[in-house]
Structure formats: C-alpha cells, structure tokens
C-alpha cells in the first residue's frame, strides 16, 4: 500500500508522533527539503531509516531538535538536556561561538557538528565522536518534534544518492513504497539542504556543505572572525571529516552535464560542437539558470541542423529573472520533472551566479548530480 499524505492538522500530527514514538520512521517536511524521521534514541528506527533509504551506515544522521525554552538558558544547554551534545568537550570561545550561530540562525537552515554525548547511538553519528545537530523552522516539523518529546533523526527523504525531495508527492515518489506516513507542509521554502558546519574543540569552523545559509552570513551576523575552510581543502585528512560528502548524489537517472558557460553566451561554434557530442536523435532537457525565449528557438535551429529532425529539446528555467533564493526552491523539482520527462534522455544544467551563498550551494548540488 502506498504511503499516506496526510494534511498537517493536529489530529494528524499527533498520529504521526504516536509512530514515532513506537518506534515507525515518518516522513516529515523542513523549511530545507522533506526529512525521513525517526526517533535518535531508537536504534531500530534508526536501523528502518538506513534501510528505507539504502543508505550506507557510513554516512551519518542530522539530528533535528525543538527550539529551546524560555527556561533553558543556553542553545547548548538544551542540546546537552536532550543527550545529544557534550559541550564539556569544547574550549570556551568554542562554546561561545556556537553559541552566537545558534542564536542568530537557529531555527533555521544550519547544521552543526558537536562533540556527542555517549547516549547517541553510534548508529546516528556512523561511530563518529560528533553529532550533527539542527533546530528546523518550518513549523509542522517543530509541532512534530514537540508532539514526540524527542530529538529525531531526519536525513533528507529520498533512495540514497538521488534527487531530495521538497514536496510531500516527490516523497511519495521516492519511498512511498517503503513507509506509512508523509507529513505534507507544502513545498520546501527554501529547496536545498542546509549549511552544515564542524566546530572544533578550539573553536575553528570547518564548512562540510555549502546549502540554505550563506558562509558569509555567519562570520557577517556573528562578528566573531570565523574560519570558514572548505570541505575540498580537507579532502585528504583522514578521517574524512564529512563521510556524506560524496562527490556523487542528488543525481537524476538520466546523464546530467553541467555547462561551463550559459548557453546564451557560447558562439556558434561553440554551441555546434556541444551538439555534436550528443548522437543524432538526441533528446535533451536543458535547465537554464533564467528564462530566454530568443535563445531557445536559436538553440533548436542548431539542434535539428546537427542532430537532425528527430532531435527534441525541452527547457525549464530555475528562475524568470535569475533570483537565486527561487532557484534554489526550485531546483530538485525541476531536476526531477527533467529526469520524469519521457521527451529527454540527457540533461544539460547551467551553472547559476556563485554569491558564496544559495548561488554557490545550488552550483555545488548540480556538481555532484553530475558526477557518473
Ligand atoms: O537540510 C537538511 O539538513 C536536511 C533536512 C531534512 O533537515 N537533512 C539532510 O540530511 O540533508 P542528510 O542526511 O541528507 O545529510 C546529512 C549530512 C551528510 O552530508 C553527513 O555526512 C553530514 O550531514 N553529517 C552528519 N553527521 C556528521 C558528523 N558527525 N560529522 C560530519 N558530517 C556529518
Ligand atoms: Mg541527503
């Protein structure tokens, strides 16, 4: 039977933390993509999520956590009253910092990486010493977590290494064969994953994934000078820091090449011999990073005249005016309608302008969708 989608009311919010709570998986919806949730406590829950998404134990869980009270003094306080986070393990100005992100980001599209108190199940953290911690903002995902009473466990609700999910029918599509309840809250307001950054004992900030918050968002709001290191200068350490961070995911099923140039901006020549990578007959679904009407009849005069009458192109455009907040919104729905489109057998994306913000996550998510 398939999963059921069930509107975001109480009644309905409280059946789905009752699953929970017996140990089931849920799918739920966060302000960054949908997450597939199970109690952090539940080794069996934890075990189902792995299992329900054929994800490699290897590649460790976010936690998702309610925004603290008005009694908890601290963020860090509330994630070490929960059991999740051991902050003697960090140096002062390290606890401060934190502390300051949390602040200023929390609820939100930021994930942090914290010494782990023993309690986490090593199945959480894939035997990590830390865990990842995040606050979401979407308010049916925190009236859940105020209903279970509990942390839960949500790594984005798609079959290991495919396309994130940002709406409850994509997640019906993904695993609605394998799980019981879809939580719906609309689609995701903001479409990609969240930042996620390491904090270490002394305070210096690692960036593991680029995503919903701007790197320069945290060292800008904070006013602490932050050390932000990208994941690819750390590519050698061992152990890797970041065991997720493989170079292949969000990937559709059909080839996907990531074009150096916009379309729009390639001489003829150049835009000749793209086609003449492709053999003749070829379908191709082009994402362009904003609308160009000119530029697509052109584009389909070279197609036919290369790849001869039979050759199709279909083309969605992440944004009208290449606003990046709706590209990213809008990029894994239209990743997936190119991908579900039975007119196109290879996608070419362009790339979107690189602000070091959601340009630049968005940008990094088509990488590794493109990687064989
Ligand atoms: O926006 C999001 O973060 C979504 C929503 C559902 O909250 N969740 C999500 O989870 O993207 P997931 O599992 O798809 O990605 C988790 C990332 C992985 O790249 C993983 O390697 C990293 O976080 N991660 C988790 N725990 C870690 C740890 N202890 N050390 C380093 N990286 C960790
Ligand atoms: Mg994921």
Redesign the pocket.
Known sequence: MPAQILSATTNNIALAAAALRAGDVVAMP?E????LAGVVFDEAALTKIFGVKERPTF????C?VPPKTAEQTSWLASLGEQGLVDDTQLSSPARERVEKILTAFWPG?V?L?LP?QARVPDLA??G?P???V?C?RHPVAQALLAAVGQPLC????NRFGRI?PTTAAHVQAELGDRITFILDGDACAIGI??T?L?VERDGRVWL??P??LAAHEITRVTGVPIELRSFSSVETATPI?????LASHYAPRKPLRVLDQPLAQMSEAALLSLFETLPPGARIGVLLAQSETELCANLSLHLYAVLGPEAELASIALSASGDLAESARRLFAALRELDDDPYVDTIWAEQVTDDGGLGHAVNDRLRRASHP
Do not use: C, F, N, Q
């Open positions: 966060t960054t993509v949908y997450g590649d460790p869980l976010i998702h599209p994930t990486v782990k953290t894939s990590l830390t865990v990842a995040r979401p949500a790594p984005s609700a994130s994953e969240s996620v390491l593991l994934r995503g919903g820091p970041s065991p997720g961070l």
